[in-house]
């Protein structure tokens, strides 16, 4: 490609609204160029993996078993999260919460080994940042989440970490995408994402620029990519109040609770090397659920919401691509990261876009 398009307005197609198609086409917009988005499902993102995530943001508990480089990027999204979500309250006029007031990481006295293989892995991963992982003892632990200081000794406390609302993210993009004019392809099924032409429903659209963000739902494009199967089941307990993410440490049921508004939990994940979309498993929902009710009592009263099941996006190194090439940009393999990552990603894409003219 050459520099010549420079400052042009391009004509720019995105199959697949999820996450990334979304933020990549709010970016775009704002930058003045005309986009359109194709999406199989509609635009309230039912169909993506980005709709049934945690959206926890969590550098830290991650490169536990990932590459350093998830460590380094997974950081930046601590800041850009809030300037990106600031920009977007500007134009939709709605706040999208986001908290980063740290993730506690617990364990039964019983599995206390499991967390401290956790810790000492951690620490030697990221021996520069000693002073954001604290641990806590009960007292402590009592002062930040009081409602379960009874049932563990004490604990990690990532001091960094945190989440955000992604239901609310995804419905303010939509939003903000539609105030900017961009155009929506609901129920597009996306045959093909080619240089400068997607074709969907049996139908060929032109563009400048064809951007191919369709997560799993590429992997007739791109062969290298798999699907992990994650299960998440999300709880209303109005008898439960923690005010930030907890992950509990055990050999068998790996638990995590993401807080939301209104005492809502989102609880995850099972993560299973299938690319199954079926429903989720008895089994799935017996260890979550069991894990969860080990975790505060009042889980027992919740009420269950929303039980999702979807596929994360991989590549073999479980690591981002990004490849552009003339009238085509491929961005996919968020795996598990995708709240973590997307800010990383979103500006390197745009970046490559800009050194190819566009
Ligand atoms: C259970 C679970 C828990 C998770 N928890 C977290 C977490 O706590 N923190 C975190 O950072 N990440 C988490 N993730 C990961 C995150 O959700 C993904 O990495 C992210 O959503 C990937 O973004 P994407 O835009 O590539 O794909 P998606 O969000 O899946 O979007 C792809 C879009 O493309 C559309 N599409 C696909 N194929 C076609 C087609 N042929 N035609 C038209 N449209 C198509 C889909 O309908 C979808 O809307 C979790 C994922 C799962 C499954």
Known sequence: MTGARNSQRRTIGIAG???????????????GHHVSLFDRGSRAGELSAAKVAAAMLAPYSEVVSAEACV?????????????????????TGQQVDFAANGSLVIAHELDKSSLNHFEQTLRN??????Q???????????????????????????VEEGYLDNEALLEGLETAISSLDGVW???AEVQSANAGRIRANAQD????????????????????????????LWVHAPEVTL?????????????????????????GATEIESESMKPVTVRSSLELMSA?????????????????????????????????????????GLYRHGYLLSPHVLESALAMLTENGY
């Open 205 to 232: 659209y032109v563009f400048d620029l064809v951007i191919d963000s369709r997560g799993v739902g590429a992997k007739a494009q791109l062969p290298t990519l798999r699907g992990v199967r994650g299960e998440v």
């Open 132 to 158: 954001y992982i604290e641990r806590i003892d009960k007292r402590r632990l009592s002062e930040l989440e009081p409602e379960i200081a009874s049932r563990y000794q004490g604990g990690l406390l990532l």
């Open 292 to 332: 969860l009710y080990s975790v505060h009592s009042g889980f027992a009263e919740a009420t269950l919401e929303h039980a999702y099941a979807h596929c994360r996006p991989a590549m073999p190194d479980n690591l981002p691509e990004i490849k552009c090439f003339d009238g085509l940009l491929i961005v996919n």
């Open 17 to 31: 609204a999820g996450l990334l198609g979304r933020l990549l086409a709010w970016r775009l917009l704002r930058q």
């Open 185 to 187: 392809h609901e129920y």
């Open 71 to 91: 460590f380094d990027w997974g950081r930046m999204a601590l800041t850009w999260w809030p300037q990106e979500l600031a920009a977007l309250a500007n134009v």
């Open 125 to 130: 991963k990221v021996p520069d940042y000693a």
């Open 243 to 267: 005010q930030r993410p907890v992950r509990l440490m055990h050999p068998r049921y790996k638990l995590y609770i993401s807080p939301r508004a209104g005492n809502r939990y989102v609880i």
